[in-house]
């Protein structure tokens, strides 16, 4: 019996640890293909590229943040299957590029806060990052505010900007929280950027190299 009662064990363990490979293995294996559909979709700013076949959504920005040495493709739709994957733009809410593209509200990114968006916890107000745009524009961000609201709040989506959301707290015991982190960015204009890279001393606070 205990023979029996070892060999079971030790196959539910193998079962375990062959899914758990199986899992990161997916896991890389979408980074890398939503990395070729966005480069792809820089060729074709006009297309809707998706990073598998069967997706049910597309690449349509990517972040970059220095300070935290991330480089995030974002995914149109933010669905629970496409957080799995990617920090998702929220539709209903503005689009990306801010008022000099005519938004007037507010582009919100979701993340989940254990995976993608796991940085925000230790992101600072000033902080400076870019998000790319599908038709290669680069555009210039700095954070200009942290807060910790409730899920039911949305009226920060009528001022125009970028918001980046994530659940909250930062490693809860207890899923499905009402509480979430948000994120506050504004773009920068040419003329502040090109200030802040010909002045080193103006970079305090907003710095632009990883930490």
């Not at 193998?14 to 979408?30: D, E, I, P």
């Not at 007037?104 to 107000?125: M, P, R, S």
């Not at 949305?154 to 959301?165: A, H, I, K, S, V």
Request: with cysteine; proline share 4%; glycine share 10%.
């Amino acid at each position: 019996m205990k023979k029996w009662l070892s060999a079971g064990l030790l196959i539910a363990g193998l079962g375990l640890f062959g899914h758990g490979a199986y899992m990161q293995a997916k896991a890389w294996l979408a980074q890398v293909l939503i990395e070729q559909a966005w480069q792809e979709a820089l060729q074709f700013p006009s297309a809707k590229v998706k990073p598998w076949f069967y997706a049910d959504s597309f690449v349509t920005a990517q972040l970059n943040w220095p300070n935290h040495n991330k480089v995030l493709t974002v995914l149109a739709g933010a669905s629970g299957r496409n957080l799995a994957f990617a920090p998702s733009l929220f539709l209903p809410a503005g689009e990306l590029g801010g008022k000099e593209f005519g938004n007037e509200k507010g582009a919100l990114i979701a993340g989940h806060n254990d995976t993608h968006f796991a940085f925000l916890q230790h992101t600072k107000v000033g902080e400076a990052f870019t998000l790319q745009l599908q038709s290669g524009v680069i555009q210039n961000y700095k954070v200009t505010g942290i807060e910790v609201i409730h899920q039911s709040q949305n009226t920060f989506l009528q001022t125009p900007g970028l918001y980046l959301l994530t659940c909250y707290p930062f490693d809860s015991l207890t899923a499905g929280t009402d509480l979430r982190l948000l994120v506050s960015a504004e773009l920068m204009s040419d003329k502040v950027v090109s200030a802040l890279i010909s002045s080193p001393d103006s970079l305090r606070g907003i710095s632009t190299t990883s930490s």
